[in-house]
C-alpha cells in the first residue's frame, strides 16, 4: 500500500503546476496589453522553466516505467498462484478419490468380518442368499466394468484430441513466430535503409558479433563434452540396474516356489473323551488317562438320543478311566472330610460341565464365588455329618452367608466310589450325563435343577461339594452334592438393592473360575520354512539394491537430460551468435551500400514490411484460434480422466463387493477354516482402517494446501490491482508533465517570438513596488491565495496520516523582490484522477485602482518553483519506494 504514495505525491506536484500557471493566466488577462514586455531575465527563467519541465517528465517516465515492471511482476505472481491453486485442486480431487477407495475397502473388510459371523452363526439359511446376492453383484460389476470401458474409450479419445489440437497450437505457435520474425526482420531492413547507418559503426558491430560467436563456441564445446559424459553414465547405471533386475526376478521366481510354511503332524494332538454310545460299554470306550482327555462339554450318548436306551432307570457309566496311565493324585480325607484343595478343583470341573449344558440349551452361566462357596459348604458338610439320616439323601442348610433374600433353592446329590482324582472327576462326568439326559425316574428333577433360569435382577450360585461317608453309604462313599441358590435383588426386610450392591454381597469379587480348555486339537501344525526365510532375505536384498539402482538412473537420467539441455542451449547460443554475426556483416554491406539505395527500394522494403504485418497478424490470429482450441481440449481431456478415475473406483468399489460376496458364498459353502476366516477379516479391518486414518489425513492435508494457496492467489490478485492502479496514475502524472512542457514550451516559443519582433527591453513599471506573489510551493499554506488540492478516496490507496518529506532543508526563493521561504512539503493526496478544485491567488482579489502583476519574471520563477516540487515528489517516490 506504501507504493502508491509516491505516485499520487508526483500526481499532486503536477496538479499543483496546473493550479499555478491558471493563476498567472489569470493575472495577464487582467493586466492591460500594451504592458507586456521581454526582458532578458524572462526569456532565462521561461528557458529555465521548460528544461526543469523536461526533467520533470524525464522523471515521470522513469516513475511509469518502474509501475510497468511492477504490474508485469504481479501478474506473473498472479500466474503462478493460480497454477499452484490449481494443483492443489488436483491433488485434493485424487485424495478425495483415494480416501472413497479407501473407505470402500474398510467397508468392504468389515463386511466380510461381519459375513464370516453370519456363516459361522446362520450358514445354512444365508448360503441360499449369498449366492443370490453374488450374481447380483456380477451384474452390478459387469455395468460398471462396461461403464469404466466407455470412459476409458471417451478418455482416450479426448486425449488424442487433446493431442491433436497441441500439435496444432505448436504448428500454429511455430509459424506465428516464424512471421513474427518475418515481420520484425523486414521492419529492420527498412529502419536499417532508413536510419543509413555508419560503415565505422557497422564494422564495429561485426568486430562484437565476432567476439560472441568465439564465446559461444566455447562454452558449446564444454557443454557438449559434460554432455557426452553423462550420456554414458547413465547408459551404466542403466546396464546395471538390467543385471539388477534379472536377478530380482530369478529371486522372485525362487521366492514364488518356496513354500512359505511347512505342515507337519501335531505329535501333541489331544483328544477329549466323547460318551459311549451304549451305557457300561467299557470295551469300546476311549479310556481317560488324563485331564487332558475328560469332556468339559455334556453330550448325550447316542442309544438315549435314539430311543434304544430309556430315560428311566438307574444312573449307568459312559465315560471310564484308563487305570493303567491314570496318574492323578489320590483323593485325601482329613477329619471327616476331603482335602479343601481337591474339593475346589473337583468344584471346578463340576461348575465348567454344568455351565457348558447350560450354554447348550442358551442359559446364562451360574457363578461360584469363593464366599458362598466356602460357607454354604461348611455348613452343609457340618450339618450331614450331625446325623447319618443324611447319607445319600438331601440336606437343608439355612446359612445365608449374604444380605441378600434367597428366593428358591434346589440340591442334586450323586454317587461315586473314587481313589484318585481322575476317578472322581469320571464320576461327575457320568452323573451330570444321567442328570441331563436319563432323569425321568426323577421326573427330570435334577436335570430342571441344572438349567434353571435366571430371572431379571436375580443371582444364581452353585456350590458343588463332595461329601466323604465312608462305608455308610450305599452307593458308594462319595456324595456329590450341588446347592443351588437363587438370591432375589432385595436385602433380607425386602428392600431393594441395586445390581452393584447384590454383587458385593455374594462375593463376585472373588469367583472361582471354570477349567480352561488348554488342549491343542490339531491335526498338524504349521512352522515357517527357513529356506523361505532364506530366499526372501536375496530378493529384499536385490530389491534394495534395484531400487538404489533405479534412484542412480533417475538421477542420471536427469542428469543426462541437463547436460543435454545445457549442450543444446548452448548451440543454440552458437547458431543465434553466428546469426547475428551474419546480420551485422549484412548490415554493414548494406550500410556500404546505403547510399546507393533509391526511393524506389525503399518503397519496395516497405511493401514488403506491409505484407509481412499482414501475415505476421494473420499468423497471430490462427494462433489464438488454436490456443483457444487447445484449451478447450485439455479441459475436456482432464474431465474424462476424472469420469475415468470415478468409474474405475466405483468398479474397483463392486469388484470389492463382488469379491466379498463370492468369498461369503464360499465360506457359507464349506464348514471349514470359517474360524480363521473371521480372524484375518478382522485383521483385514485393522489394515483398512489405518489405510483410511491415512487417506483422510491426506485429504485434510490437500484441503489446507489449497486452502493456502488460494490465499496466496488472493493476495498475488490484491497486489496486481494495486500495481495497476499505481500505473495508471504514473501514467496520469506522467501526462501532467507532458502538458507542463508543452506550455512552457510555448512561453519560449513567444520570448523568441517577441524578441524577433523587436519589441523594446523596458518595463514602465520597473521602478514600482512589486506585489505579493503566493507561494505555489506551499498549497497547503493558509494564505488569501489558497490553493485547493483534490480530495477524492479510493478503494486500494490509503493516505491517512501518510506524508512524504524531502531530507532538503528550507531554501528561499527569489519572487522579484519578495523573500519567500519554501518548505517542500506534499499533501495528503488519493493518487487518483486530479483535477484542482479551486486556484485563488491575491490577484484576484486587487480592486480595480491597484496594478496588475505584468508577465514577468515573477510568473516565470513561480513556474520553475512548481517544478522544483514535481521534481521533488518524482524523486521521493522513488526514494519511497525503494524503502519498501
Not at 618 to 630: I, L, T
Request: glycine letters at 2%; a negative charge.
Amino acid at each position: 500500500m506504501k507504493k502508491n504514495v509516491s505516485i499520487a505525491v508526483a500526481a499532486t506536484a503536477v496538479a499543483t503546476l496546473a493550479g499555478a500557471e491558471n493563476a498567472h493566466a489569470d493575472q495577464v488577462t487582467d493586466a492591460p496589453s500594451n504592458n507586456v514586455v521581454v526582458t532578458p531575465s524572462n526569456e532565462v527563467a521561461n528557458q529555465e522553466t521548460l528544461n526543469q519541465a523536461k526533467e520533470a517528465q524525464k522523471q515521470a517516465e522513469q516513475n511509469k516505467a518502474d509501475a510497468d515492471l511492477q504490474v508485469k511482476s504481479a501478474e506473473q505472481d498472479v500466474k503462478s498462484s493460480q497454477d499452484v491453486t490449481k494443483q492443489a485442486q488436483d491433488q485434493l480431487s485424487k485424495n478425495n478419490v483415494d480416501a472413497k477407495q479407501k473407505q470402500a475397502e474398510l467397508d468392504a473388510a468389515k463386511q466380510a468380518e461381519q459375513n464370516a459371523k453370519d456363516a459361522i452363526n446362520n450358514q445354512a439359511d444365508n448360503l441360499a442368499q449369498a449366492q443370490k446376492d453374488a450374481a447380483k453383484q456380477d451384474d452390478v460389476v459387469a455395468q460398471k466394468q462396461t461403464q469404466t470401458d466407455a470412459a476409458q474409450k471417451q478418455a482416450d479419445e479426448t486425449k488424442t484430441a487433446n493431442k491433436q489440437t497441441q500439435t496444432e497450437k505448436q504448428a500454429n505457435d511455430a509459424k506465428a513466430d516464424a512471421a513474427q520474425k518475418k515481420q520484425n526482420q523486414a521492419q529492420t531492413e527498412l529502419d536499417n535503409v532508413k536510419k543509413a547507418p555508419s560503415i565505422d559503426a557497422a564494422q564495429k558491430q561485426v568486430t562484437q558479433n565476432q567476439k560472441q560467436v568465439y564465446d559461444a563456441t566455447k562454452i558449446a564445446q564444454q557443454k557438449d563434452a559434460a554432455n557426452k559424459s553423462a550420456q554414458q553414465d547413465l547408459a551404466d547405471k542403466k546396464a546395471k540396474q538390467t543385471d539388477l533386475l534379472a536377478k530380482q526376478k530369478d529371486a522372485k521366481a525362487k521366492l514364488d516356489k518356496t513354500p512359505k510354511q511347512l505342515v507337519e503332524k501335531n505329535p501333541n494332538k489331544v483328544t477329549r473323551a466323547t460318551p459311549t454310545d451304549k451305557a457300561g460299554d467299557a470295551k469300546n470306550a476311549q479310556l481317560i488317562g488324563s485331564d487332558a482327555e475328560l469332556p468339559l462339554t455334556l453330550k448325550e450318548p447316542k442309544e438315549l438320543a435314539t430311543g434304544v436306551e430309556k430315560r428311566s432307570g438307574d444312573y449307568a457309566n459312559w465315560y471310564f478311566v484308563d487305570k493303567n496311565r491314570d496318574k492323578s493324585a489320590k483323593l485325601q480325607v482329613k477329619n471327616g472330610r476331603m482335602d479343601i484343595n481337591q474339593q475346589r478343583e473337583l468344584a471346578q470341573y463340576s461348575l465348567t460341565l454344568i455351565n457348558a449344558y447350560r450354554k447348550q440349551n442358551g442359559l446364562p452361566p451360574l457363578i461360584m464365588t469363593e464366599k458362598t462357596w466356602q460357607a454354604i459348604m461348611d455348613a452343609q458338610l457340618t450339618l450331614r455329618d450331625s446325623d447319618d439320616k443324611y447319607v445319600d439323601q438331601h440336606s437343608r442348610t439355612k446359612a445365608n452367608p449374604t444380605d441378600l433374600f434367597r428366593s428358591g433353592t434346589a440340591q442334586n446329590i450323586g454317587f461315586g466310589n473314587a481313589q484318585t482324582m481322575l476317578e472322581a472327576k469320571v464320576e461327575i462326568a457320568n452323573y451330570l450325563t444321567a442328570m441331563a439326559y436319563k432323569d425321568l425316574d426323577s421326573a427330570n428333577g435334577h436335570h430342571d435343577a441344572l438349567l434353571m433360569p435366571v430371572e431379571k435382577g436375580h443371582i444364581i450360585v452353585v456350590v458343588p461339594m463332595v461329601d466323604y461317608v465312608g462305608s455308610k453309604g450305599a452307593h458308594g462313599q462319595w456324595n456329590y452334592v450341588t446347592d443351588f441358590i437363587d438370591y432375589a435383588d432385595m436385602d433380607l426386610t425386602g428392600d431393594p438393592v441395586t445390581p452393584e450392591e447384590a454383587a458385593k454381597s455374594v462375593g463376585m469379587d472373588q469367583m472361582i473360575p471354570e477349567v480352561v480348555d488348554t488342549n491343542d486339537d490339531n491335526d498338524t501344525i504349521t512352522r515357517d520354512n527357513p529356506a523361505y526365510a532364506q530366499a526372501q532375505a536375496e530378493y529384499d536384498q536385490l530389491t534394495t539394491e534395484l531400487n538404489a539402482a533405479n534412484t542412480a538412473v533417475t538421477e542420471a537420467q536427469a542428469t543426462s537430460t541437463k547436460t543435454q539441455t545445457e549442450a543444446t542451449q548452448a548451440n543454440a547460443d552458437l547458431a543465434q551468435a553466428q546469426a547475428q554475426l551474419d546480420e551485422s556483416k549484412a548490415a554493414l554491406q548494406s550500410a556500404i551500400d546505403a547510399d546507393n539505395l533509391t526511393s524506389a527500394q525503399i518503397k519496395a522494403l516497405q511493401e514488403k514490411l506491409a505484407a509481412a504485418t499482414a501475415e505476421n497478424q494473420q499468423a497471430q490470429a490462427d494462433k489464438a484460434a488454436s490456443d483457444a482450441r487447445a484449451a478447450k481440449t485439455e479441459a475436456n481431456d482432464v474431465a474424462a480422466q476424472n469420469e475415468l478415475a470415478q468409474s474405475r473406483s466405483e468398479l474397483a468399489e463392486a469388484k470389492a463387493k463382488q469379491s466379498t460376496l463370492h468369498a461369503r458364498v464360499a465360506e457359507l459353502s464349506s464348514t471349514k477354516e470359517l474360524n480363521d476366516r473371521l480372524v484375518q477379516a478382522k485383521a483385514a479391518i485393522a489394515e483398512a482402517e489405518k489405510a483410511q486414518i491415512h487417506a483422510t489425513a491426506a485429504v485434510e492435508q490437500a484441503q489446507a494446501n489449497l486452502t493456502q494457496a488460494q490465499s496466496a492467489l488472493k493476495a498475488a490478485q490484491t497486489k496486481l490491482a494495486e500495481a495497476k492502479h499505481n500505473q495508471a496514475a504514473a501514467k496520469d502524472a506522467l501526462d501532467a508533465t507532458k502538458q507542463a512542457v508543452k506550455d512552457a514550451q510555448a512561453k519560449v516559443d513567444q520570448d523568441r517570438l517577441n524578441k524577433d519582433g523587436g519589441l523594446e527591453i523596458t518595463s514602465p513599471d520597473e521602478d514600482k513596488a512589486n506585489p505579493q506573489v503566493p507561494n505555489e510551493s506551499r498549497p497547503d499554506a493558509k494564505q488569501d491565495g489558497q490553493v485547493e488540492l483534490p480530495s477524492e478516496d479510493t478503494d486500494n490507496i490509503s493516505t491517512d496520516d501518510t506524508h512524504v518529506e524531502s531530507e532538503t532543508p528550507n531554501t528561499t526563493e527569489k519572487h522579484i523582490g519578495v523573500q519567500t521561504p519554501t518548505d517542500v512539503t506534499t499533501p495528503k493526496t488519493s493518487g487518483k484522477d486530479i483535477t484542482s478544485k479551486k486556484v485563488t491567488t491575491p490577484s484576484t482579489q486587487m480592486t480595480k485602482s491597484e496594478k496588475q502583476l505584468p508577465n514577468t519574471g515573477s510568473s516565470q520563477t513561480g513556474l520553475l518553483t512548481i517544478l522544483g516540487s514535481l521534481l521533488f515528489a518524482s524523486v521521493s517516490g522513488l526514494w519511497f519506494r525503494k524503502r519498501q
